[in-house]
């Protein structure tokens, strides 16, 4: 299994940190709130690990996945708990659980992951392009597996990188992963010249 | 004792009251070899259907080097190959884009066992829900959907029963 030095995951952590912060800025725009944000994690993990490393396995969350083509394979993938999804929804003034309610979070997802994209091609210079999104509200586990298994299933290793997001006064806490094979780590840090061998 | 099988892994339990178990399952498939006698049972967490080759250290985790591995595996913890019997669980399309890999990992787990002459005492595959499937030694193969009730697909230990 190839590993990954600090410095290389310092670099990892702050692609995400700066795409996260773009990605804050259009959900802030977009629902009137301040979205708080946590000092993202970069994690190289063998695949068994993956799932816990994301949460608990059996917890009931939506999720929007955005598989990205270009450069890089692999996937956007944001996870909502349920009161997350209640209150998204109550901000946007549609109905949770409804079809409507499904395809408002999926617009969410859609932005957030253009965005963070976006922001992680202009710093790289690589071309990274969503796919139209889908949602999914199932045990996490199952949610994270699927999408494991179709960015980043013939590698060992995945990448996650994983940046939470927070409304201000709205019990919606927001999980926002990039999941891409080993090998887009060495794409993503090439540029920034940190590719070289790892630790 | 309950053990959780992770993505890519299989376990072997040979203890009557044991428990196996993924929970959250998606596209992946996990696959039950039991002793329909004898307390032996292993579980295997498929993530895909086919190998790279060139060996992987986790045969678990793609369904033509997983049936082997298994078979191996409870053969060796004193099951008989002719009691064993096997459950498919999972291989949903938790999202309708990109491949098929649930259905993929289901037609390829099939065809390993075919190839390897084990029965198929029951299945719960594909659709759009997750799963959690569970064998316990001596006792039940369950699959349960998020909310739902568990639907028992095979009873074990008939002897141990009787």
Do not use: W
Not at chain 2, 32 to 45: N, T
Not at chain 2, 65 to 80: M, S, Y
Request: proline residues 4%; charged residues 15%; glycine residues 12%.
């Amino acid at each position: 299994m190839t590993t990954y030095n600090e410095s290389q995951l310092d670099a990892l952590r702050e692609l995400a940190n700066i795409a996260s912060g773009t990605a804050a800025t259009s959900l802030s725009q977009m629902l009137g709130r301040e979205i708080g944000l946590s000092v993202p994690r970069a994690l190289a993990l063998p695949f068994a690990d993956a799932v816990d490393a994301v949460g608990e396995p059996s917890e009931t969350v939506t999720a929007v996945a955005l598989p990205v083509d270009g450069d890089i394979s692999g996937a956007v993938l944001l996870l909502i708990d349920e009161a997350g999804a209640a209150a998204l929804c109550g901000l946007l003034g549609v109905e949770p659980d409804s079809e409507i309610g499904d395809s408002a979070l999926c617009e969410i997802g859609n932005i957030l992951g253009a965005g963070y994209l976006s922001a992680i091609g202009a710093i790289t210079g690589h071309e990274l392009l969503p796919c139209p999104p889908h949602s999914a509200t199932d045990m996490l586990g199952a949610v994270v597996a699927s999408m494991l298994a179709q960015a980043a299933g013939a590698d060992d290793t995945a990448l996650l990188l994983d940046s939470e997001l927070d409304v201000a006064g709205e019990p919606c806490a927001i999980s926002f992963l990039l999941i891409a094979e080993a090998d887009a780590i060495s794409h993503l840090l090439a540029p920034l010249g940190l590719a070289s061998g790892g630790a | 004792m309950l053990a959780n099988v992770r993505m890519g892994e299989l376990k072997v339990a040979d203890t009557l009251g044991d428990e196996l178990a993924v929970v959250g399952l998606g596209s992946c498939i996990a696959l039950a070899l039991c002793d329909s006698e004898a307390p032996v049972a292993g579980l295997a967490h498929v993530v895909l259907s086919t190998s790279p080759g060139g060996g992987s250290d986790q045969p678990g985790k793609y369904a033509d080097t997983a049936v082997p591995a298994l078979l191996a595996a409870v053969l060796g913890a004193g099951a008989r190959r002719r009691r064993l019997r096997a459950v498919l669980i999972g291989g949903a399309r938790m999202f309708a884009t990109g491949l098929d890999i649930g259905a993929r990992n289901a037609e390829a787990v099939t065809a390993a066992l075919t190839s390897a002459g084990i029965p198929i005492s029951a299945t719960d595959v594909g659709g759009i829900r997750g799963r959690t499937a569970r064998v316990q030694v001596g006792g039940e193969v369950t699959s349960q959907m998020a909310g739902l009730e568990r639907n028992v697909l095979l009873v074990l230990g008939r002897a141990v029963l009787a």
